[in-house]
């Protein structure tokens, strides 16, 4: 029934309990008379419906409220779950913006940041932070850090000594002794041109002229391997080939186009590829792998590249799907290293894993905010920091029963932190993940060289991502490749304490049967 009319008949039927209780009360004065007592009771009947009818709404009234307030109660839980998602989803967005660091670190103010210090001398007056912290740079007479000195130099000039003295003489006379200093710079910038002459021959027997092949075909004009190095290096660096392609020609004075610059590239690229499969071959035989993947452009449709990694090579493969076959493909499903990642599902076929704990203390950070009151999601997150902290220390333990005691501790106290009460919704979610990666948690405490992070692959691949705002992926799968394998190379390079420029260079002037190999100790591959 509509609000109206049950405000209507309500008025009608209290209308009507007044009046017949009045007429009532009037007919009830007089005495004797059959016919006026009996049209009395009939009023009181009347009367005594209509404050029926008046209770009986009452109760509908009363039942109804009793329906809304429940209505309105889970309405209220649900706008509070609403709230919360859209902060959630605020923060995500604002992070993708990058106006909100993905950081798991406590907010500046609770860092100490934003407060005003106060003088100890007047504590009601804020310190002066120039006086106190002093002037920027070096202390007076100190030189400071530099870099090493050369052992070597090309040059060597000689500078007169001062011509006065602060004292005002002005005859000084040369001494043996001198302050070296060491000026680092590059010679000016021009191109070199050479001729290569290929002398003719004539057959004595035949009388047929002989032209070296490499003479011939080809273009007259080709550029050199120090100029393709170097435009190999700047392209891994993340540089466009229309960028390169101008810097080569103001800067270098040698035109080339971008397509030009493409094709040395990619000529560099395919002369590495030896040594990108060679990374590729000692990945199965790792103890451990860092796995992470980013998205990427190829043929402009959605593809992805992966990176491989950890403190010895860097190694990073195109492919247009996410899923778990990739991996399995190149690692097989019988590898029996450790695989550090994330907590995407594409990794559960690995036997042994370690999940990012920083992205996990991530989420429950991001969950700390949206609910800064909450007291279980601080003892939550109270709880895996202490678990992080003490299986870094059980890492640090000799093999042995105490390493085993401690080991056996920390499993007691994983088991513990997924019974501990979270509030409802998300963080419930993050438990459950626990609870699900149980036996994927606390690998870095017991297997050497494993961390409790994936920053490893992530560092890897963030040059990736900032070249792919750049270049916006590759219009082949073949240029994908290419800047795969140019990663691959110039990463582990810097890995292996090599320079790339110079292993770049060996590789482009060793022969094919012997090219040197990337590794400061390569492994002897299993047959």
Known sequence: MKSKTLRNKTKKLRKESV???KIH????????????AARAN???????????DLDAILGETLDYAETLEEKNRKLTARTAELEIDYKRLLTRYRQELGTVPKSMGMDKKKNGAGTTDKDPKNPGQPADKKKEEGKRGAPKGHRGASRPVPENFDHEEYVAPPKTCHCGCCTILPMDEYDDLYIEDIPPIMRVVTRQRYQRGLCANCGAKLRHEEAVNGPPVVTGPNLGVLLTIMRQAGLTYGKLATMTTELLDIPLTAPGVLGIVTRMAEQLRPSYEEIKADLKQENVLNIDETGWKMNYQNAYIWCLCNPRLAWFHPNKSR?????KDILGEDYKGTVVCDFYGGYNFFKNLQRCLVHFMRDVHTERKLLPGSVQLERFEAAIKDLIDKGLEAAKLPEGD??????????????????IPVPKGRPTTLRKRLIRHRD??????CTPGVEYHNNRAERQIRPTVVNRKNSYGSATEKGAEHTCILNSVVETCRLNDKKPVGFIRSVFDSAKEILPSIFTDPKPISV
């Open 42 to 52: 009939e009023f009181l009947g009347r009367r005594n419906r209509a404050l029926k």
């Open 440 to 445: 994927e948690l606390l690998a870095f405490a």
């Open 402 to 419: 105490i390493k085993k005691q401690t080991l056996a501790e920390l499993e007691k106290t994983l088991d513990k932190i997924t019974k």
């Open 19 to 21: 009046q017949c209780g």
């Open 25 to 36: 009360a009037s007919l009830s004065r007089i005495m004797g008379s059959p016919a006026t």
């Open 323 to 327: 899923a778990g076959q990739v991996v």
